[in-house]
């Protein structure tokens, strides 16, 4: 099993910066990909940012330019860097781990962490 634990959410005002953390622990095996998701009252849950070893990066058109996504290896950890932030990112934010253990591939996710834009 994976455990993450995300931190770093809050309240920002419209312009604002914020950077969630999310750290993985447990029975790491190989973490072939971390990344971001969020998901707004009423909505469905959405891909914010993703990163993959061997491939890089994505991001929803919605934040490219504005926010970050990096990993520290040697911590098993993921960050976003939210800036500019606006309303409209207001969400519960998720971070998600995908493993290759043993030969299986398993998906995994944090308990969410809210982030709200607001004046």
């Known amino acids: 099993q994976v455990q993450l634990v995300e931190s770093g959410g809050g309240l920002v005002q419209p312009g604002g910066s914020l950077r969630l953390s999310c750290a993985a622990s447990g029975t790491i095996g190989s973490l072939v990909s971390m990344g971001w998701y969020r998901q707004a009252p009423g909505k469905q849950r959405e891909l914010v940012a993703v990163?993959?070893?061997?491939?890089?990066?994505n991001y929803a058109d919605s934040v490219k330019g504005r926010f970050t996504i990096s990993r520290d290896n040697a911590k098993n950890t993921v960050y976003l860097q939210m800036n500019s932030l606006k309303p409209e990112d207001t969400a519960v934010y998720y971070c998600?781990?995908?493993?290759?253990?043993?030969?299986?591939?398993?998906?995994?996710w944090g308990q969410g962490t809210q982030v709200t834009v607001s004046s």
């Open positions: 998600r781990a995908d493993r290759i253990f043993a030969g299986s591939r398993s998906i995994y």
């Open positions: 990163i993959t070893l061997g491939v890089g990066t």
